[in-house]
């Protein structure tokens, strides 16, 4: 199969270069002093070597969830395989594939960075089929919407409030790629009370937040690189879980298949397309590509049997009984289960450096139960689902290195 890359023009590549040579600064990336947080915390104040967003990095790199990653689903749950990704892969290829074109682009790096790294810090184990599970429990109960996005800025700003800068926040919040759009125009955002306001509609409205625009170029930026990092990846990882026989089983599109392929056309497109202007855009032939690539994934990788049975059939009556176990333990305070001895205890430990308004076990039950799970990996959820209900006869069959 030829392989096709795409390179940007002779004309633009010739102004980039010109633009670097006399240091042109874009003016519409995020400038440093633009930064907004909740409060004034002297601890916060920029430093020469640590400026106000590389600051946001530090702070999700270093928060409770952020090494679990590591062991949370990026697509294939049910594998022990460790060339298949997980989610700490996915982010860094965001965070890499974004500060590249943002690199090109002008934008600031730090802010590109941290809302790349900290993107999915709310998201379930068992990837999405885990959250709509989780979904399903809390808005039945409550009214109220779980979405990993949502999630990621209550872990970061309410859980344990970091005070982390509405620019990050905004762009976390509005990275849900689950519309892809051709142009992306920044809204600007530059009030938290907005922010609240709009983060309250999205968790009383189940379609809120597939309504929100990034307030900048680099939240922009990081929701399209969302999709580019995982379209062709996920391919690969069909590939060696054996769900498909190789890449070639894809329709060959205007940008390619494969993950190289879908990757640097799209980058080049983008910035053929957005350098220098106010908004960021992919032309309507790629823009299609990318639509076609993202149908057939669903079709021959998300939906198929294989990868929905276990989730069907395990995943989702042993999240309804832990919910409904662990809601019992929040709302009888019962200090020796593992709600409070595991998370709680955790969370608490966190908020020495980083005080709450109110003590975090005074939460609504249904929310320290839906913080919970949110937080567990793939492998803390089985464990702590055999440790619950011993007895129980769901159980997770995972594919194994030597089951051929």
Not at 363 to 384: E, G, Q, R, S
Request: hydrophobic share 35%.
């Amino acid at each position: 199969m030829a392989l096709y890359y795409e390179s940007i023009s002779e004309g633009l590549e010739a102004r980039i270069r010109e633009d670097a040579e006399q240091h042109w600064v874009n003016p519409y990336a995020t400038r440093n002093d633009q930064v907004i947080r909740r409060m004034d915390r002297p601890s916060d104040a920029p430093k020469i070597y640590r400026q106000p967003f590389s600051k946001d990095a530090d702070k999700i790199l270093n928060s409770l969830y952020y090494n679990r990653y590591a062991d949370k689903t990026q697509v294939f749950s049910f594998y022990r395989n460790d060339d298949l990704s997980r989610r700490a892969l996915h982010v860094q290829l965001v965070s890499r594939i974004a500060r590249n074109i943002g690199a090109v682009l002008g934008l600031n790096a730090d802010l590109i960075e941290a809302i790349a790294i900290g993107h999915d810090m709310g998201h379930t184990p068992f990837g999405h089929a885990g959250e709509h599970a989780l979904h399903k429990l809390y808005h039945g109960a409550t009214g109220r919407c779980f979405r990993h996005n949502l999630h990621s800025v209550r872990v970061l700003d309410a859980v344990i409030p970091y005070n982390i800068s509405l620019q990050t926040l905004d762009g976390i919040v509005c990275h849900n790629g689950e519309l892809p759009m051709a142009e992306y125009r920044p809204q600007p955002m530059n009030d938290f009370a907005v922010f609240d306001a709009r983060m309250a509609d999205c968790i009383r409205d189940e379609d809120g937040d597939r309504k929100l625009i990034p307030a900048t170029l680099e939240g922009c930026l990081v929701r399209i690189c969302d999709m580019l990092a995982y379209i062709g990846k996920d391919r690969q990882d069909a590939v060696r879980a054996h769900l498909i026989e190789s890449e070639e089983v894809f329709a060959r599109t205007a940008i390619g298949s494969t993950n190289a392929e879908v990757i640097n056309n799209l980058e080049v497109n983008l910035i053929e397309m957005s350098y220098g202007k106010p908004y960021l855009m992919l032309d309507q032939p790629h823009f299609d590509a990318l639509l076609s690539l993202k149908k057939e994934n669903y079709e021959k990788i998300y939906l198929q049997e294989q990868v929905q049975h276990q989730v069907r059939e395990s995943i989702v009556p042993m999240m309804e009984q832990m919910y409904q176990q662990i809601y019992r333990d929040a709302v009888s305070h019962d200090r020796n289960s593992c709600l409070y001895r595991h998370h709680i205890a955790a969370v608490k430990e966190k908020q020495r450096f980083y005080p709450a308004a109110q003590p975090y076990e005074e939460t609504d039950p249904h929310d320290l139960t839906a913080d919970y799970i949110a937080a567990m990996t793939d492998d803390y959820f089985v464990d702590y689902y055999g440790e619950l209900f011993p007895h129980s006869p769901y159980r997770i069959q995972y594919v194994g290195y030597f089951h051929g």
